[in-house]
T-cell receptor, first 110, second 114 residues
Framework: EADIYQTPRYLVIGTGKKITLECSQT?????MYWYQQDPGMELHLIHY???????EKGDLSSESTVSRIRTEHFPLTLESARPSHTSQYLC?????????FGQGTRLTVV | AQSVTQPDIHITVSEGASLELRCNYS??????LFWYVQSPGQGLQLLLK??????LVQGIKGFEAEFKRSQSSFNLRKPSVHWSDAAEYFC????????????FGGGTRLMVKP
């Protein structure tokens, strides 16, 4: 069973607030990813990291930022949340060719 | 660039009936192929994967998928669907040298009638 955790599971927040979505994995994986998924839609890669101090933007442009100071931790931050950021955010990690996903954070910006 | 197409957005089958979910991919070389299942409010769980070798792969929960290079397809099958199989299913393709980044299809929502 995969050990990758996302908090919070659900978040409702007002426009303009700064938020950080947490993602942690205990598997020692070097590679970590953030995907954005609108309801009923496909997943889009927004950020990825190959290891500590490595971060790259994904296929889908996002106003969020990420950091990778520790192997196990890959938080995503929105400096000023907007209703257009309402979505589900899925974190994943991998070593080799299989990715393991967290349960996701469903973000609603009102 | 790689892409994945799942032609069926919704599928409804009766419990006990067989199931086939379609997936077509576009990629210049042999891809890594995956099927994931997502239950409501949950993350993605890997059902099965294909990297090389036998083109018919077995997964968890009684699912299997067949890689057909000539058709650029990787369809998911199950001989007898259970009500608990109702979920969203995603096909994904990854390049074998791309750091495991996956490109997902749009998903197929499976509904199971009693």
């Amino acid at each position: 069973e995969a050990d990758i955790y996302q908090t919070p599971r659900y978040l409702v927040i007002g426009t303009g607030k700064k938020i950080t979505l947490e993602c942690s994995q205990t598997m020692g994986h070097d590679k970590m990813y953030w995907y954005q998924q609108d309801p009923g839609m496909e997943l889009h890669l927004i950020h990825y990291s190959y290891g500590v101090n490595s971060t790259e933007k994904g296929d889908l442009s996002s106003e969020s930022t990420v950091s990778r100071i520790r192997t196990e931790h890959f938080p995503l931050t929105l400096e000023s949340a907007r209703p257009s950021h309402t979505s589900q955010y899925l974190c994943a990690s991998s070593r080799g060719s299989e990715a393991f996903f967290g349960q996701g954070t469903r973000l609603t910006v009102v | 660039a790689q892409s994945v197409t799942q032609p069926d957005i919704h599928i409804t089958v009766s419990e006990g009936a067989s199931l086939e979910l379609r997936c077509n991919y576009s990629y210049g070389a042999t891809p890594y192929l995956f099927w994931y299942v997502q239950s409501p409010g949950q993350g993605l769980q890997l059902l099965l994967k294909y990297f090389s070798g036998d083109t018919l792969v077995q997964g968890i929960k009684g699912f299997e998928a067949e890689f057909k290079r000539s058709q650029s397809s990787f369809n998911l099958r199950k001989p007898s669907v259970h009500w608990s199989d109702a979920a969203e299913y995603f096909c994904a393709v990854g390049m074998n040298n791309a750091g495991n980044m996956l490109t997902f299809g749009g998903g197929t929502r499976l509904m199971v009638k009693p």
